[in-house]
Structure formats: structure tokens, C-alpha cells
């Protein structure tokens, strides 16, 4: 099974060991992580509190990137970039 992977910017940086073991979990589940081409900063981090249009900006430009990867689902393990996706309804 293929699912689309949005690490974000903190399984990038500072949550790279939870990157690491979560790859390896699903992994052993049998399901394949296509990470996002060219995905960007969800926003959870100031755009939210700064600017309200780059706060919807920025996750509905991942979302549009997953739908033109084909990508059906899309797995954000990250709690705040996962909030800031979910608040486009699919």
C-alpha cells in the first residue's frame, strides 16, 4: 500500500529520530511513504499568527502538491502540521 508522506519541517530537523523509527514501522507494516515533491513549511510554526491568508496559503499549496502527485491519502505525523491540513476538507 502506498500512502503520500508530509514530514514537515520538524521530522526534518529536531524530530529526525521519530522520522527514523516511524519510516521503520511502516516499513514493517508493508506500506510504502511517498514523501511530497517540493512541500513547504505548513505554517504551524508563525504564519498562523501573522498572516491568516499565508496560514491557508501554505497547507492548501501541500495538499494541491499531493493531488497533482496523485497521491490519494496523505499521512502528516507531525500533531501541528496535521492541524494545519486538516482544516481543507478533502
Not at 508530509?6 to 516511524?22: N, Q, V
Not at 508493508?30 to 508563525?46: F, H, M, P, Q, Y
Amino acid at each position: 500500500m502506498k500512502i503520500g508522506y508530509y514530514p514537515g519541517c520538524s521530522l526534518s530537523g529536531t524530530g529526525r529520530e521519530y522520522d527514523i523509527s516511524l519510516k521503520k514501522v511502516v516499513e514493517l507494516l508493508g506500506v510504502d511513504l511517498e514523501e511530497l515533491n517540493d512541500w513547504s513549511c505548513c505554517g504551524a510554526t508563525s504564519a498562523h499568527a501573522t498572516d491568516h491568508f499565508l496560514s491557508a496559503a501554505l497547507p492548501a499549496r501541500n495538499l494541491v502538491l499531493a493531488k497533482k502527485q496523485q497521491l490519494g491519502e496523505l499521512f502528516a505525523p507531525c500533531a501541528a502540521c496535521y492541524n494545519r491540513l486538516s482544516r481543507f476538507p478533502a
